[in-house]
């Protein structure tokens, strides 16, 4: 008997979830309009509160792969909302992150390989049309920026005047279409160049060795006594270990090279010779897991955050192969994906680590 009254109550359970589901249209049109409202009228950067933040909006290379998109890292402090790099899938993950891409202040370009400028211009053309701001964003960096931004402002030029045409200079004003490039002089070794100074956020520019593209940098971002450095595309660099002394996160690339030798070597095996060669040549221009690890150790940084995770890690067991022998030097790091994010609050020495879910 007991186990009849059982049955009946899975085959109404069934049944009741069967009816939500087919009903599942109805059911969230009474709920959505609020939904809505919600969602437009938040903004994620207020719930951080007062400290440094960096999140992944990209925490790849050039390659595809499943969990991690073109390099760029999301730095909020101060209630702004900067990028350096803007990869593939770069503006779209800001919003999976929670955050709005027409909070974007600015752009930090560190040198000008495709895969950290390839998601520029819908960056731009996003924070311009939810936006409400009256100049084009700042798009700041070495010698060199001034002609990636023009090239995208040109290449955007008619998607600019079809918006203004369709939603008005009220919303889509020519003003604020597009990008200003600011360019700076590449800092010599040893020392930084401030390149910006404003509401408590200090950003320096850092000279590292990417050859033979040059230029190539760095960015050290301080706040309000917390501090973040980014690599970008560097060998080891002992520019990068000075900067990086007791800083509270380094976000540093790093390719695995003994993956990239058996790609080159399967690449070769397979007649596919132009493959086979650019898997061998990237080997030259890039930090291992362990070297980056080691400038972590030696500068004595609080975390170590791997980004520009190169090549993609989609087979399980291959972040074994490439985190190999990086547990031996340094035992404070994240392997990043979409969506980490590090919250280092003032006032404190906290390093928070969230993953933040991203739906590709
Ligand atoms: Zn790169
Ligand atoms: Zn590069």
């Not at 290379?61 to 101060?78: D, F, L």
């Not at 690339?253 to 095996?269: V, Y």
Request: charged share 15%; proline share 5%; glycine share 10%.
């Amino acid at each position: 008997m007991a186990l009849k009254k059982r049955y009946v109550i899975v085959i109404l359970l069934i049944a009741l979830i069967s009816i939500s589901y087919s009903q599942r249209g109805a059911i969230l049109l009474t709920v959505l309009p609020n939904a809505l409202t919600s969602l437009m009228s938040t903004n994620g950067i207020d719930d951080l509160g007062d400290g440094l933040h960096v999140g992944l909006c990209g925490a790849g290379g050039p390659m595809p792969s499943g969990n991690r998109s073109g390099p760029c890292v999301a730095v909020i402090a101060g209630g702004k909302l900067f990028l350096v790099d803007t990869g593939t899938n770069g503006a779209r993950n800001i919003n999976r992150m929670g955050l709005r891409t027409d909070a974007v202040e600015g752009v930090f370009l560190t040198h000008f390989h495709s895969d950290h400028i390839d998601g520029l211009g819908e960056t731009a053309m996003l924070r311009w049309m939810g936006g409400n701001y009256t100049e084009p964003m700042p798009v700041y960096g070495p010698k060199g920026v001034a002609e990636v931004v023009d090239g995208f402002n040109q290449a955007y030029s008619s998607d600019a005047i079809y918006r203004t045409a369709h939603h008005g200079s009220a919303v889509a004003s020519p003003a604020s279409s597009g990008m200003t490039a600011v360019t700076f002089e590449i800092p010599q070794d040893n020392t930084s160049l401030m390149i910006y100074d404003k509401d408590d956020l200090n950003v320096e520019m850092i000279r590292v060795d990417h050859a033979p593209i040059a230029p190539a940098v760095a960015y050290l971002f301080t706040y309000k006594g917390r501090t973040a450095l980014v690599s970008g595309d560097t060998i080891k660099s002992s520019n990068i270990e000075k900067f990086s002394q007791g800083i509270d996160l380094l976000v540093h690339e790093a390719l695995s090279p003994q993956l990239l030798q058996m790609m080159s070597t399967g690449a070769e095996n397979a007649n596919a010779v132009s493959r086979a060669k650019i898997f061998h040549d990237v080997l030259d221009y890039h930090t291992s897991p362990v070297e980056a690890a080691e400038i972590a150790r030696d500068a004595n940084v609080g975390h170590l955050l791997y980004y520009h995770v190169v090549p993609p890690l989609d087979v399980p067991g291959m972040d074994a192969i490439w985190l190999d022998g990086v547990n031996d030097v340094f035992s404070s790091y994240t392997l990043g994906q979409d969506g980490t994010l590090f919250t280092l609050p003032i006032n404190s020495n906290k390093i928070v680590r969230v993953q933040l879910k991203i739906e590709n």
